[in-house]
Each structure stands twice: as C-alpha cells, then as structure tokens.
C-alpha cells in the first residue's frame, strides 16, 4: 500500500513507496534511501524510469549522512499521468515535494532524461539548491546547431520524438517486452553499450535494479516517456545563461544512449559548470560509482 503524506505529516514510514498529494488532488510518488535525518538530495530519474533507480544510493548515502528523495515524474511509477505545456512547468513539483517535506536547502541530482527536468526546478528553485549534479544529461537538442549525433541519436529524439504514434509504439514495445521477456529486453540493452557499460551491467544487482526501475517507471502505461520525449527535444525555454547555481556534470565520452555533444554544449551554456568528461565511458557507469556523485552531495553541504 502507497503511504500518503501530507502538509501535516510529511515523515512516514514505507520509505520506498511514498505519495504526496497535492491541492488538486494529483498524487505524485517517490522514495527516500539513505539516512531519514540526514542531509537531502532530490534525485531525478532517467526515461523511462523511477523512484527505485536510486535504489542502489542506500547503502552509500547513509554512510555519508545523505536523505536522498526520488520523484517520479507524471505517469511513471506511483505518479498520476498529468500534462505539462512546456519543460518549466515541471518545476512545480518538484518544488511541492521540497515543501511538503520541509526542505529549506538540498542538492539536486538529475540523470539522463532527468536532467533537463532539474535544470528546469533550478531556474525556479535557484534559492534553494546548494548544487546541481548532471549525470550523462540529455542536452537541449532543439537548441543545438549541426551536433555530431549517431544515425541512432538522430531517429530517435529527430525523428521519432515529434511523432506521438512512432514513440508510443517503441514505448509500448519496450514495456511489454519488459513485462514478458525481461530477460530479452536486458540482453538488447547490452548490444548497444560499449564494453565499458557492459561490465557495469554484467553485475547482478544493477541488473536487478535497472529491471525493477524500468518495469515500474512503465507499470501504469507510457505516459510518462512520451512527455519527456516532448519535453526536452522541443525548445526548452529556459534561461540557461542565468543558472548561477554551481553545477558538475559528468558525461562519458562513448555514450550510446544520449548524445555526448549536446551535453557538452548544455555545460557550456551553464556559466558555472563543471564538467567531467569520463573518457571510454557510456551512459550506465554511474550505476557502478553512484559513491562519486554522493560524495559531491556531501561536499556541497560542507
């Protein structure tokens, strides 16, 4: 059963299926990992995804004193499908989640198709956050003049990402198969990550994580991927020139999953980022050193 929480009790036990429900009564679900008292970091997932991504941050936040709260966007996981005209709007809740749970200040972490989605909180919440951490970002594609992108990359958030019907057929695809043949949609993932990703996915519990994460993130339908697809390969509309708030962003120099120079352009376009480019790296080696980004949460609380 879901654990509700509320203005008035915003602590509750059930710290991975968590709901807040907001004025209009829209139910937003997340988790928390890592200490209950200890300093909080909101984490964004990637697409499609859930709050069980960060899942595998437990042990390793607890250990340095770190509440890591994980959202789910509109139509993933435990989180009401709703409709969003541009990327801004979705600031909103990320900022009910802060309030709901009395957070003054935190960090805020966004990987892959989570990025855009915490930039877009920072422009509203800049006050607020100590440090953004970007992790293999999807950059503003739409906003990107004559980008080096794969024939993969370019069917994908080109081509495919305009097309409600094409997107929602690839989306609907991914979960049934998923759903009946995990297995299968596994083995596939490892055929278009370099080795270095693979060794990552070879290990038992990011498999099982990666698994967990998706098939929920797609349980109540494809909602939810099909907004971000619209989201973050249109225009952003945010003034990314403003961001002040500091950033670090890492991004592996072999990614297959988003295109590398789309994220090097967004860190260029951050005036005070940070950028670590993890070379012969792809997109899934967080999931084998999420202690490194902890360890930056950390350090923005010093």
């Known amino acids: 059963m879901d654990t509700r929480v509320t203005d008035d009790s915003p602590i509750a036990t059930g710290r991975?299926?968590?709901?807040?429900?907001?004025?209009?009564?829209?139910?937003?679900?997340?988790?928390?990992?890592?200490?209950?008292d200890g300093l909080p970091a909101i984490a964004l997932h990637g697409t499609p995804g859930s709050r069980d991504m960060?899942?595998?941050?437990?042990?390793?936040?607890?250990?340095?004193?770190?509440r890591i709260i994980a959202p789910e966007r509109p139509g993933y996981g435990l989180s009401e499908a709703h409709h969003?005209?541009?990327?801004?709007?979705?600031?909103?809740?990320?900022?009910?989640?802060?309030?709901?749970l009395g957070l003054d200040r935190f960090a805020l972490i966004g990987v892959s198709g989570g990025a855009p989605h915490a930039i877009a909180a920072v422009s509203l919440l800049k006050d607020r956050i100590l440090r953004l951490l970007l992790i293999g970002p999807v950059g503003p594609i739409a906003d990107c003049d004559h980008i080096r992108m794969s024939h993969l990359h370019q069917f994908i958030f080109t081509r495919m990402a305009?097309?409600?019907?094409?997107?929602?057929?690839?989306?609907?695809?991914?979960?049934?198969?998923?759903?009946?043949?995990?297995?299968?949609?596994?083995?596939?993932?490892?055929?278009?990550?370099?080795?270095t990703d693979r060794q990552v996915l070879y290990?038992?519990?990011?498999?099982?994580?990666?698994?967990?994460?998706?098939?929920?993130?797609?349980?109540?339908?494809?909602?939810?991927?099909?907004?971000?697809?619209?989201?973050?390969?249109?225009?952003?509309?945010?003034?990314?020139?403003?961001?002040a708030v500091p950033t670090v962003m890492w991004q592996g120099s072999e990614d297959t999953v988003v295109p590398p120079d789309a994220a090097y352009f967004l860190a260029g376009e951050l005036p005070n980022c940070q950028l670590e480019i993890i070379e012969g790296a792809g997109h899934y080696w967080v999931f084998g050193e999420f202690g490194h980004v902890l360890d930056a949460v950390r350090a923005a609380w010093s």
Not at 84 to 100: M, Y
Not at 225 to 242: F, H, S, V
């Open 16 to 36: 991975s299926s968590r709901v807040h429900r907001l004025a209009d009564g829209r139910r937003i679900g997340f988790a928390e990992y890592g200490d209950p």
């Open 203 to 243: 290990r038992p519990e990011v498999r099982e994580n990666l698994q967990t994460a998706m098939k929920e993130g797609l349980r109540p339908g494809v909602e939810g991927p099909l907004q971000d697809l619209r989201l973050y390969c249109g225009a952003w509309n945010l003034p990314l020139g403003e961001v």
């Open 54 to 66: 960060f899942a595998l941050t437990d042990a390793g936040a607890r250990a340095r004193g770190l």
């Open 84 to 100: 969003f005209d541009a990327l801004p709007q979705t600031a909103s809740d990320v900022e009910a989640i802060a309030d709901a």
């Open 162 to 195: 305009p097309s409600p019907h094409a997107a929602g057929a690839f989306f609907m695809g991914l979960r049934t198969l998923i759903e009946w043949a995990p297995g299968a949609a596994y083995h596939l993932l490892l055929q278009r990550v370099p080795e």
